[in-house]
């Protein structure tokens, strides 16, 4: 790949994450609570069944199966029943791997690495590992309590599409977005796609901390909004 001298123009975070919004209807306070349900079952390599989170948030079955069927990107079931990926988080091998607590967990895509550490063990440290696709090499990232602390190579940086509403989640955002090597993949990148947004890791982290910040760690077996 030859270097470009050409500074790489990084987006606005408030417009990448307004685009990314969108995409992510509000929750209330019980899809709120049954969120973290199955994030903390998934994050324990556990794969619950809806009767397991009717049990556990006290929710009706009516709820958790209306909003579990109802999200713009389908919730993973296996064929006996149990749930094995649920935004962004998926116990299916990806390209995406995420380390926790000496747990092998995997993502939809390269962001759900930066926010998801912090819904899961938010005063543990995590660690990310996923490849660019321009250069093939391999991105790794530690992260605690929604902040990267570190990350090789240090010159790595994350993409996003253009969201659409219209499309499917998984096909038209999470299958497009990536960290990349380095500003010259990044510009090879853009030639593909030339709607793409540039961001640093920590700002791309940061946004997944502001739009999942009302699962924040906590009690599941009540309203967010108890004290």
């Known amino acids: 790949m030859k270097d470009d001298a050409t500074p790489l123009k990084y987006a606005d975070p408030e417009i990448v994450k307004g685009q990314i919004a969108v995409l992510l209807p509000p929750m ?27 049990q556990e948030t006290g929710l009706s079955e009516e709820i958790v199966r209306a909003f579990l069927e109802s999200w713009p990107a389908p919730t993973e079931i296996d ?8 935004r962004g988080l998926t116990l299916r091998p990806t390209d995406h791997l995420l380390d ?7 993502t939809w895509c390269a962001w759900d690495l930066l926010f998801l550490p912090g819904i899961l063990v938010p005063h543990e440290r995590a660690a990310g590992q996923t ?16 902040t990267v602390e570190s990350v090789h190579p240090e010159t790595a940086l994350a993409t996003f ?3 659409s509403p219209d499309r499917h989640i998984r096909e038209g955002f999470c ?3 990536y960290f ?15 709607y793409a947004s540039f961001l640093s890791l920590s700002k791309a982290c940061e946004i997944g901390r502001e739009l999942n910040q009302g699962l924040a760690w906590g009690p599941v077996g009540q309203d967010r909004s108890s004290p």
């Open 131 to 146: 490849r660019c696709p321009v250069t093939n090499r391999k991105i790794r990232v530690t992260l605690r309590a929604f």
């Open 28 to 54: 209330n306070p019980a899809e709120q609570r049954l969120s973290l349900s199955v994030y903390r079952r998934l994050g324990r390599g556990d794969a619950p069944t809806k009767r397991d989170l009717v």
């Open 100 to 106: 926790i607590s000496g747990r092998s967990l995997f």
């Open 79 to 86: 064929e006996t029943g149990r749930i094995t990926g649920f």
């Open 161 to 163: 599409p253009l969201p």
């Open 180 to 194: 990349l090597a380095s500003d010259n993949a990044a510009r090879e990148w853009k030639n593909d796609h030339p």
């Open 175 to 177: 299958c497009q977005t």
